[in-house]
């Protein structure tokens, strides 16, 4: 069974940073894209970045580009988010979703088949 938990979020000044964890268990990085998404009250689930051990590809939404750094521990099959130079418009829950990946299809992160709990993060002006 593929679980997913997020973990990291909480309060932080504008201009601060936070570091997202995910935490993967029943599932390999080489199977599966990993991805982060976010949902702001009132607006759509987004997805922000997004990871390919198999493709060695990562994706970021124009919006955290520069400042969020996603990243993998193999050994503790963790995903991280570096979220740095926060600021009040990043302030959303954060999800970690795992999708499996297609044998000669590109990478991405759809969101569909895996979503771990989210974690909050609320970013003060």
């Known amino acids: 069974e593929v679980q997913l938990q997020a973990s990291g979020g909480g309060m932080v000044q504008a201009g601060g940073s936070l570091r997202l964890s995910c935490v993967a268990s029943?599932?390999?990085?080489?199977?599966?894209?990993i991805g982060w998404f976010r949902q702001a009250p009132g607006k759509e689930r987004e997805v922000i970045s997004c990871f390919s051990k198999r493709d060695g590809t990562t994706y970021y939404v124009d919006s955290v580009k520069g400042r969020f750094t996603i990243s993998s521990d193999n050994a503790k099959n963790t995903v991280y988010l570096q979220m740095n130079s926060l600021k009040p418009e990043d302030t959303a829950e954060y999800y970690c979703t795992a999708d499996r990946l297609l044998a000669g299809v590109a990478p991405w992160c759809y969101g569909i088949e895996h979503w771990g709990k989210g974690t909050q993060v609320t970013v003060s002006s």
């Open positions: 029943g599932l390999s990085f080489d199977d599966y894209s």
